[in-house]
């Protein structure tokens, strides 16, 4: 009966070496895939950090950067102008605070991919319905009195961390009243 003990014993043993042995190589890959990560990101803020010094910017263009960056700059830019129907060029301090800001969106896009999983990130369809639980719209402090009722505009996504919202900022149009069978939500959830 001792030996019977004994021998299963030796095995739980055996079964708890090989079970440490294997979670020692499991915590090896993460650190090794964890540093990968690091060095990418590390590598995308200082490829970030290179623009948008302003006069790089206007000398190279974005592009000259990071393809991804100049594709998103010039999506928002050309959302931007439609929205207002412009047809002359930026001022130069509009275009200054345009790249900061699209600067710092990539920074946190970065983020929300730095950890795993990644967090899942909203984004709005022009025309969405206006939700406050998701939502911050820039523009309530000027239009108190009216009603957000859909989005013209998303200047910042929105996230969820770890079962908390973390609101998307949006330009809205007003109304008095809301028809909200008239108005797509339009909420995408994605993970980055």
């Known amino acids: 009966m001792l030996?019977?003990?004994?021998?299963?014993?030796?095995r739980k043993r055996d079964e708890a070496l090989m079970e440490a042995s294997k979670l020692k190589y499991s915590m090896a890959e993460l650190e090794k895939k964890l540093n990968k990560l690091d060095v990418y990101c590390h590598n995308l803020k200082s490829g970030l950090d290179e623009c948008l010094a302003?006069?790089?910017?206007?000398?190279?263009?974005?592009?000259h950067f990071s393809e991804e960056f100049s594709q998103f700059c010039d999506r928002k830019m050309n959302e931007i102008v439609a929205m207002l129907g412009w047809n002359?060029?930026?001022?130069?301090?509009?275009?200054q605070a345009?790249?900061?800001?699209s600067k710092s969106l990539c920074l946190v896009h970065l983020l929300a991919n730095s950890v795993h999983p990644g967090l899942p990130i909203f984004r709005l369809d022009k025309g969405a319905r206006f939700d406050s639980v998701y939502m911050e719209d820039?523009?309530?402090e000027r239009a108190k009195k009216l009603v957000p009722s859909m989005v013209r505009i998303l200047i910042t996504p929105g996230f969820y961390v770890y079962?908390?919202?973390?609101?998307?900022?949006?330009?809205?149009?007003?109304?008095?009243?809301m028809d909200s069978s008239l108005?797509?939500?339009?909420?995408t959830s994605s993970f980055p």
């Open 3 to 10: 030996s019977q003990i004994l021998i299963q014993a030796t």
């Open 138 to 140: 820039m523009d309530g």
């Open 54 to 63: 302003w006069e790089e910017v206007l000398n190279k263009g974005t592009r």
């Open 98 to 101: 345009f790249f900061g800001a």
């Open 163 to 177: 079962g908390n919202v973390v609101k998307c900022k949006v330009i809205c149009r007003y109304s008095n009243n």
């Open 88 to 95: 002359r060029a930026w001022p130069e301090p509009l275009l």
């Open 183 to 187: 108005i797509d939500k339009g909420l």
